[in-house]
């Protein structure tokens, strides 16, 4: 009942799409009489939490924040869903993001941008209040990132205490670092994406956005673990595990990647970056310059894979099985083509269309192969690191604080804001895990995240690291 009056009292952050209100109540209830027969369901008894609005969830409205999928209420579960649902979690309801979870802001979905709950605290007020006379209510307020920016303001807005996310190219951990929580995107193939709506199966996994390490570490032991209904997940159990609290970092190895130091990054990250070197340093481990050499190709070559996958997995809304058709009905292709023109915004369109291009018979080898290639490189860059001895590497996860809304939608900043995952991509080219951890507050008040990138599979290990830091 508190989550949803929260809900309610900060329904200007937009972080919610639908609020299942009844179902959570019953949901809680029913929790509540396990407790008290002393026989919870499992780990996550009667704990709310929020689900982004690309997961299906059976009964209740599934939109992707999309006219495409407007209306539509899926007959099952994600797996991950399920899975949540069957350790007694409530479920509070379905988060915002951007239309098909493309875009790094959630500022283009069509219910509306998402409000960084940090644009109402005492600090953010007070520096802008000194800069200009104008309420962050009405012009200052900055974005909560993307594209799961509903989860992260949810869980920084104390609303849930845990939500689900999905990242493709940062979606998790650039709406964390931008809301001052914890995001993990664990190992590619650790959690199934069956019932995650797609953007780029090679590239796509569930997130998981909490308060704090420890949380994240329990929601993925819940989740993780092979999937009948998703082949790409590994077949080998899960143990999930408690992190323990390491006291000594004198045998680890830190990796910080010279190619990280992109132009953009703001000089206050930067020195938040180096401060976090030097802590790992002055307790004892082992801090080392290390070099991906293909980072810089990250970005080039996703756009070219992802509008590549986007182009065929968009294929299915055709107005037939689900979600909008169109009421114009001269021709089959008519409808077709209306229903898709009313259903997508221009951003899922344009991605549609170079996506077929890089697909055209003649253009395949010179882009789609292309691009693959170079994903191989990118993800070699890493083996080699990691297998040089280098245990974990430290980076930031965003360029710049969180930048009002006004500024993101602006012309000229929407073409470099394709830039915005440049800190985080590689990670998903690889299928490596990596977690944002809150760090500080940027002069304006705006909380800055740092990354940790892992081995395979080593979520363990790459948690254990990051509770330390927390
Ligand atoms: N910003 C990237 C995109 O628009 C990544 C999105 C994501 O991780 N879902 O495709």
Known sequence: ???????????????????????????????????????????????????????????????????????????????????????????????????????????????????????????????????????????????????????????????????????????????????????????????????????????DVPGILTRCVDDAAVVLGTLAGHDPKDSTTVQDTFQPFALPSLTDVSKLCVGIPKEYHVPGLSSEILAVWSKAADLFKNAGAKVVEVSLPHTCYSIVCYHVLCAA????????????????RSDVNKSTESMYAATRREGFNDVVRGRILSGNYFLLKQNYEDYFVKAQKVRRLIANDFVKVFGSGIDILLTPTTLSDAVPYVEFIKEDNRTRSTQDDILTQAANMAGLPAVNVPTALSGRGLPIGLQFIGRSFQEKQLLTVAKWFE
Request: glycine share 10%.
């Open 309 to 324: 996958e986007v182009a065929s997995n968009m294929a299915r809304f055709d107005g037939l099985e689900y979600g909008h």
């Open 1 to 203: 009942q508190r989550c949803l009056a929260l809900i309610r009292s900060t329904q200007v952050l937009n972080a919610y799409i639908t609020v299942a209100e009844e179902t959570a109540l019953k949901q809680a209830e029913e929790a509540e009489e396990r407790y008290r027969r002393g026989q919870p369901l499992g780990e996550l008894d009667g704990i709310p939490i929020a689900v982004k609005d690309n997961f299906n969830t059976a009964g209740i409205e599934t939109t992707c924040a999309s006219n495409m999928l407007k209306g539509y209420v899926p007959p099952y579960n994600a797996t991950v869903v399920q899975k949540l649902l069957d350790q007694g979690a409530v479920l509070l309801g379905k988060t915002n993001l951007d239309e098909f979870a493309m875009g790094s802001g959630s500022t283009d979905g069509v219910f509306g941008p998402v409000r960084n709950p940090w644009s109402y605290s005492r600090q953010y007020k007070e520096k802008v209040a000194s800069r200009s006379d104008s309420e962050p209510e009405n012009s200052n307020w900055v974005i909560a990132g993307g594209s799961s920016g509903g989860s992260a303001a949810a869980v920084s807005a104390f609303t849930c205490f845990a939500a689900l996310g999905s990242d493709t190219g940062g979606s998790t951990r650039n709406p964390a670092a931008h809301c001052g929580v914890v995001g993990l995107k664990p190992t590619y193939g650790l959690i199934s994406r069956h019932g995650l709506i797609p953007l780029v199966n090679s590239m």
